[in-house]
């Protein structure tokens, strides 16, 4: 018997963790519906988001980072100046050219997209 899963509530509408979690779901063989409060999608034109590794790890897996990384606008380097921090750390893309003393995080981005 064809089992349904109905994916609603906070935080598991359609952003992120919903449609990801219906992925999963469905390649199991379960019948999911995500239900969503927005009644459209917002007309913001996007916003730029790093993509740290666990993101591009399940992206891998799930088959759709090369169409990520084609939207990649293409970060190079970022740098955070915590406050009382004696020195900035930071981060430089591994395709960038750009040569920095930040030591990169195990957590850090592993893409500007
Ligand atoms: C300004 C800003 C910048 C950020 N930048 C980054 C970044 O660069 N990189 C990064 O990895 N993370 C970033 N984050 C964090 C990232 O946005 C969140 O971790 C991520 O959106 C969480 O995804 P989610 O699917 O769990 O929740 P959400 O994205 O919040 O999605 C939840 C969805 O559920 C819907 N919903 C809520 N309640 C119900 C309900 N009762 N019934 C039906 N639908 C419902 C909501 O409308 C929403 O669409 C940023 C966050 C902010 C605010």
């Known amino acids: 018997m064809l089992m349904r899963i109905l994916v609603s509530g906070a935080g598991a509408g359609a952003g992120v963790a919903g449609p990801v979690l219906a992925y999963w779901l469905t390649r199991q ?18 916003h730029a988001v790093d993509l740290f590794r666990p993101a591009m790890n399940i992206s891998a897996k799930m088959g759709v980072l090369p169409r990520v990384e084609e939207r990649a606008t293409g970060t190079s380097r970022m740098t955070l100046h915590p406050e009382g921090a004696r020195r900035p750390s930071g981060w430089t893309s591994p395709r960038s050219s750009a040569t920095s003393p930040a030591s990169a995080p195990s957590s850090g981005p592993t893409s500007g997209c």
């Open 29 to 46: 063989g379960f019948a999911v519906t995500v239900v969503e409060r927005a009644p459209a999608l917002r007309k913001t034109g996007g």
